[in-house]
C-alpha cells in the first residue's frame, strides 16, 4: 500500500467514524438528509463499480432497488428482517444473472435502453401481479425500526461496499475490467473471458442495490410500484456518479454529497421543477465536466506538479 492509499485510507476511517454519530446530534432533518446521503452513496458507488470500468452505462438500478423492497415488504409479517436482507440480496443476484447472460453481449445505446425498460417491465410484472391476485397496489411496511437503526445499516453497507470495490481493484477481476474498459478488443486477445467478468461485476452491483431497497423499504413504510421501481432513482444515482467522477472507488461520494444537499433544496422550493432541473443537471455535468469532480481535482495536482517542475 502507497503512502497515498494510506492517507486516503486513514481519511475515508475518520470520516466514516464521525458518520456514525449523526443520529446523536439529536436533529431529525439532517438525519433524514443523513439516511438520503447514505442510501445513494451505496447505489452510486456500486454502479460505478461495474459501470466506471467497463464504460457501460446502466439505468437499472431502479428495477433491484425495487426487487428489494419488494422482497422486504412481501415478507415483512412473516420472516425477520435479516433473512428477508439475504433473500433480496439472492434475488437481486440472480435477476442479474439472467439479465447480465442477456444483455451484456450488446453495448452502447441498445444496453442503456434495455436497462432503462428493464425497470418498467418489472414494474408492469408486479402490477399485474397484484391486480391478477387482487390485492392492493401497495404494500405497506410497518417495522420496529427507526431513523438511526436505517442510517446505520446503510453506513455499514457503505462501509462494505467500499472493502469489496478495494479488494476488486487488485484483485484480477478489477485487472481485466480495466482492460476491457480500454479496450474490449483487445481483452479477448489477451484471452480475458470478457461476458463473465462484466456478469460478474454487474451481479455485485444489483445485489447491493436490491440490499438497499430492502433497508430503505421500512423507512418509506408504503410501497408501491411506481416508487419501487421510479426511473427517476436510475437517473439520479448516473447523475450523482458522473458529478462525482467514476474511475475512483471515492469518486461518486463526491457527487453524492452536493447532489443530494441541492436536491433537498430543489424540492423544497421548486417541487414541480424537478424534472426539467434534473435533466439541466445531467447536461451540464456531461459538457462541463465529464470526468467529475474527481477529474477536476486530479488535473489540478497535475498542472500543480507540473509548475514545480
Known sequence: MTEREKR??????????????????????????????????????????????????????????????????????????????????????????????????ISGVYFVIFTLGLSELIRQIVTWGQATMGTQAGLYVL??????????????????????GWWIGRSRLGFALRIIGNDEVVAVHAGINTARAKVYLFIISSTFAAITGAIVAPRWNYVEPTIAFSPFISFQVVIMALLGGVHRLWGPLLGVIPFTLLWELINSHFPTQTTLLLGVAFLAIVYFIPHGVVGLIENANRRRKQSHV
Request: hydrophobic content about 65%.
Open 8 to 105: 486516503v485510507l486513514t481519511i475515508g476511517v475518520a470520516l466514516f467514524i464521525l458518520a456514525a454519530f449523526l443520529p446523536m446530534t439529536g436533529s431529525g432533518y439532517w438525519l433524514s438528509i443523513g439516511v438520503s446521503l447514505a442510501m445513494y452513496t451505496v447505489l452510486a458507488t456500486s454502479w460505478a463499480l461495474f459501470s466506471g470500468p467497463t464504460n457501460y452505462i446502466s439505468l437499472a438500478p431502479a428495477a433491484f432497488f425495487g426487487i428489494g423492497m419488494y422482497v422486504a415488504a412481501i415478507g415483512i409479517d412473516v420472516l425477520p428482517f435479516p433473512v428477508l436482507v439475504l433473500l433480496a440480496a439472492l434475488a437481486g443476484a440472480i435477476v442479474a444473472a439472467f439479465v447480465g447472460l442477456a444483455t451484456l453481449r
Open 143 to 164: 417495522t420496529d425500526f427507526n431513523e438511526p437503526q436505517i442510517y446505520w445499516m446503510l453506513l455499514s453497507l457503505a462501509g462494505i461496499i467500499y472493502l469489496l
